[in-house]
């Protein structure tokens, strides 16, 4: 788990450990899965009667044949109030 905090790919941590790189991207799964509920369960609802909140949205995916429009793609909404430091985000 420490080399998942640290940001050592699947790969690098193979080699470190001498584990099989599928059972380090099952582990990398589930520590990202634990991070997302942790987030999830701490988020608050942001914005209000005289706060400023900035929204944006993006869509990521990947072009057929590397040319013209995404062909699938997942939206991805997240806002941030900048009198608190707080985001959130969404999947749509």
């Keep these: ?7 050592v790919t699947c790969k690098q941590c193979s080699e470190i450990l001498g584990v099989s790189e599928q059972k380090l991207v099952d582990w ?3 520590c990202r899965e634990v991070c997302f509920v942790d987030l999830k369960s701490k ?5 209000g009667k ?3 909140v900035e929204i944006d949205e993006s869509v990521f995916g990947k072009r057929k044949y590397n040319k013209g429009r995404f062909k699938d ?11 608190r ?8």
Excluded: A, D
């Design 1 to 7: 788990m420490y080399l998942f905090l640290v940001n």
């Design 28 to 30: 990398y799964n589930f």
């Design 73 to 83: 793609g997942q939206w991805v909404v997240g806002g941030i109030e900048r009198e």
């Design 43 to 47: 988020s608050k609802k942001i914005g």
């Design 50 to 52: 005289g706060k400023h």
């Design 85 to 92: 430091v707080g985001f959130v985000f969404l999947k749509l």
